[in-house]
């Protein structure tokens, strides 16, 4: 299976600030990487797919880019509504596996 | 726009099998991929398997046998069966959606499964 790394585990970040995630794979994904959102309660939501297309809906302050084994996910302006946790999977090859996540908060 | 709902008994007794099931509204099952994703409390995401709604399938390894998923059109739902329940299978079960292989793009909200004699 294709082992994904999150860096880092959990994030403090304010309002405004501009962080990055990263999220490695094991070996190279081809930019079968997609990030997704989780809040507690909700239905988890697709934000990025592909490495850098951004989902339909989804505020264009959040952007992906990467290839190869390593990934980013950045959200350029923090707003309130972003503080959750967001994973990386690959869909390169099966089974599909996910990063540890990555917990943003206040 | 289209809702999945995750439904099931929420607590199973170990060496049982668990059955859930994704309602869908607002949509079709059919020419859809669907996935089970799992996720036990304080760890990360797990990709159970997936089913096209044609009936093609691909199920994670690490569940070997244990799993089956179906779709019922008729009812538009979309069903696991997960047996030989342990401490173990214990999380939150999603599912979710997609017209592409590659991603998983509605989820639901999930449902809590315990399991526990």
């Known amino acids: 299976d294709i082992q994904m790394t999150q860096s880092p585990s959990s994030l403090s970040a304010s309002i405004g600030d501009r962080v990055t995630l990263t999220c490695r794979a094991s070996q190279s994904i081809d930019s079968y990487l997609n990030w997704y959102q989780l809040k507690p309660g909700k239905a988890p939501k697709l934000l990025i797919f592909a490495a850098s297309s951004l989902q339909g809906r989804v505020p264009s302050r959040f952007s992906g880019s990467g290839s190869g084994t390593d990934y980013t996910l950045t959200i350029s302006s923090l707003q309130p509504e972003d503080f959750a946790s967001y994973y990386c999977q690959q869909s390169f090859s099966m089974p599909y596996t996910f990063g540890q996540g990555t917990k943003m908060e206040i | 726009q289209v809702l999945l709902q995750e439904s099931g008994p929420g607590l199973v007794k170990p060496s049982e099998t668990l059955s859930l099931t994704c309602n869908v509204s607002?949509?079709?099952?059919?020419?859809?991929?669907w996935s089970w994703i799992r996720q036990p409390a304080g760890k990360g995401l797990e990709w159970i398997g997936r089913?096209?709604?044609?009936?093609?399938?691909n199920y994670n390894p690490s569940f070997k046998s244990r799993v089956t998923m179906a779709v019922d059109a008729s009812k538009n739902q979309f069903s696991l069966r997960l047996s030989s329940v342990a401490a173990a299978d214990a999380a939150v079960y999603y599912c979710a959606r997609s017209s592409s292989p590659v991603t998983l793009g509605i989820w639901g909200q999930g449902t809590v499964v315990i399991v526990s004699s």
């Open positions: 607002g949509g079709s099952v059919n020419n859809y991929y």
């Open positions: 089913l096209y709604a044609s009936g093609s399938s």
